[in-house]
Each structure stands twice: as C-alpha cells, then as structure tokens.
Nanobody, 123 residues
Framework: HVQLVESGGGSVQAGGSLRLSCAAS????????MGWFRQAPGKERDWVAT???????YYGDYVKGRFAISRDNAKNTVYLQMNSLKPEDTAMYYC??????????????????WGQGTQVTVS
C-alpha cells in the first residue's frame, strides 16, 4: 500500500511559479513510476508529467517547457516545479504512483495510488 500527500498549491498570478510536493509513504520503490495529473471543475482529469523511476521524464503538450518533475528518493518525495503559469493551469493537481513493472506514463488507469490533490489557481 502507498499513501501520497500533495502540498504546495496556492493562488498565483499569471507568469508566476509554484512548486508542488508529493510525499509518499508505504511500499513505494525508487523505480516506481510517479506522475502528476490535474483536473479542473467540469473537465476530465489530464496528465501533466511523469517520472518513470529509471531516469526518464515525460510531459504533456500543454506544460512542456514550463513544468519540471523531479524526484528525491531519499525523502520519498516527488516535486512538480511549475513556471510561467497560465490561467488554464488552474486545477486540482494530483500525485499518482504506478507500482507495476511498466510505467503507464499518461494513462490514468495505469496508476494505482492517488493523493488527495492540491489546488492551484492562476489569475
């Protein structure tokens, strides 16, 4: 079992930055795939970024070049650095873990554990 707790959300002006954190506990492993997703009210949950646990990161088209996912295995924490924020980035941001051998990358159904979310509002 894995527990994920997001933090770091808040309200910022367009062009600003936020750094989200996802603290993991339980049976998480260094090689597990970790992802960030977001969901705005009335919209589907979208994939934001993924760290595949073995040295490769992936980003959705809307955040590529602005967001960066990173991982501190010693702290069992995954981060999402968000720069040049836009109003369309406003959403609840969720951290997720895929504990299977293969990383689902962008596939929501492939992620096994989810955090409670942290709100990001950009105006």
């Amino acid at each position: 079992h894995v527990q994920l707790v997001e933090s770091g959300g808040g309200s910022v002006q367009a062009g600003g930055s936020l750094r989200l954190s996802c603290a993991a506990s339980g049976s998480i492993q260094r090689t597990n795939c970790m992802g960030w997703f977001r969901q705005a009210p009335g919209k589907e949950r979208d994939w934001v970024a993924t760290d595949n646990g073995v040295g490769t990161t992936y980003y959705g088209d809307y955040v590529k070049g602005r967001f960066a996912i990173s991982r501190d295995n010693a702290k069992n924490t995954v981060y999402l650095q968000m720069n040049s924020l836009k109003p369309e980035d406003t959403a609840m941001y969720y951290c997720a873990a895929d504990v299977s051998p293969s990383c689902g990358t962008w596939a929501i159904a492939e992620f096994d554990f989810w955090g409670q979310g942290t709100q990001v509002t950009v105006s």
